[in-house]
């Protein structure tokens, strides 16, 4: 059972990535997925969850309106579409899998391995 996180890469400030997290070996697909990230030196920090029919979409309020999170039942794949990236924004991305829509990173019991993303200025 994995979560493959993709799409991250050196980017200038400004700039945009759409990240990936494809799931392999189950499709999770009565489950919330969520986007953390986790910059040296600081904790891992909530993102974005979107809920398994992806009606219900939460974004902690440092991402709103720069971030997006979607879901594509049909590929089993959750993307983050981030915009106007900043050097604030390096950090590793990571995907996860949770029962339930959650913002707190204990509910999550499926982490992907993590895709760095890094903004230069």
């Known amino acids: 059972v994995q979560l493959q996180a993709s799409g991250g890469g050196l980017v200038q400030a400004g700039g945009s990535l759409r990240l990936s997290c494809a799931a392999a070996g189950r499709t999770f697909s009565t489950n919330a997925r969520g986007w953390f990230r986790q910059a040296p030196g600081k904790e891992r920090e909530f993102l974005a969850t979107i809920s398994s029919g992806g009606g219900t979409i939460r974004y902690a309020d440092s991402v709103k309106g720069r971030f997006t999170i979607s879901r594509d039942s049909g590929k089993n794949t959750v993307y983050l579409q981030i915009n106007s990236l900043n050097t604030e924004d390096t950090a590793v991305y990571y995907c996860?899998?949770?029962?339930?829509?959650?913002?707190?990173?204990?509910?999550?019991?499926?982490w992907g391995q993590g895709t760095q993303v890094t903004v230069s200025s």
């Open positions: 996860a899998a949770s029962p339930v829509v959650a913002e707190l990173d204990r509910f999550y019991d499926y």
